[in-house]
């Protein structure tokens, strides 16, 4: 049985900020109670993650991104058919419009949490611009999953 809410976290450990993502899992994991969110963590988005979103009430997507207004963003999600969902990685709006058409129905209400990220190189660390913005991306993504609400979450979008 699936859990409501569906924290889910894509990126590369090895890539330097791309593994913004996972490390907010790990923090999460380490600091939230799980018993109403389930976790999922993966390199990129695929197609067949559409399914994840089935039975949820909250999906929060969590990624790495250098096109961050501030150290991280908080935007609702809709369905968008982009040219993503043809390529090996997709983005979390054409995971929805996956959901959309293979389910007939509206997916749950989603959420994507960008950090803002400045380095991807093989074999690095995370920069220390991104290590302060995962800092500040951690408190916020606790503050969402200890009240899972998406009246609330829209508030704060």
Same mark, same amino acid.
């Given at each position: 049985?699936?859990?409501?809410?569906?924290?889910?976290? $894509?990126?590369?450990?090895?890539?330097?900020?791309?593994?913004?993502?996972?490390?907010?899992?790990? $923090?999460? /994991?380490?600091?939230? =109670?799980?018993?109403?969110?389930?976790?999922?963590?993966?390199?990129?988005?695929?197609?067949?993650?559409?399914?994840? +979103?089935?039975?949820?009430? *909250?999906? +929060?997507?969590? %990624?790495?991104?250098?096109?961050?207004?501030?150290?991280?963003?908080?935007?609702? *999600?809709?369905? @968008?058919?982009?040219?993503? $969902?043809?390529?090996?990685?997709? =983005?979390?709006?054409? @995971?929805?419009? @996956? $959901?959309? =058409?293979?389910?007939?129905?509206?997916?749950?209400?989603?959420?994507? +949490?960008?950090?803002?990220? %400045?380095?991807? /190189?093989?074999?690095?660390?995370? =920069?220390?611009?991104? /290590?302060?913005? *995962?800092?500040?991306?951690?408190?916020?993504?606790?503050? #969402?999953?200890?009240?899972?609400?998406?009246?609330?979450?829209?508030? #704060?979008?």
């Amino acid at each position: 049985m699936s859990k409501p809410v569906l924290l889910f976290g $894509y990126g590369n450990l090895s890539r330097g900020d791309d593994a913004l993502g996972p490390l907010l899992l790990e $923090y999460v /994991e380490a600091h939230c =109670s799980l018993d109403k969110i389930e976790i999922l963590s993966d390199f990129q988005l695929q197609i067949e993650h559409a399914l994840d +979103l089935e039975n949820r009430s *909250l999906v +929060l997507f969590v %990624d790495a991104s250098v096109a961050c207004v501030n150290n991280f963003d908080f935007t609702v *999600l809709e369905p @968008v058919r982009d040219k993503s $969902y043809t390529t090996h990685a997709m =983005s979390p709006a054409a @995971v929805l419009d @996956v $959901y959309q =058409s293979i389910k007939k129905q509206s997916p749950p209400p989603c959420f994507l +949490l960008s950090i803002k990220a %400045d380095e991807f /190189e093989l074999g690095e660390g995370l =920069s220390a611009n991104a /290590e302060t913005n *995962l800092a500040e991306a951690c408190l916020f993504a606790e503050r #969402l999953l200890h009240n899972p609400d998406v009246n609330s979450w829209l508030k #704060l979008a």
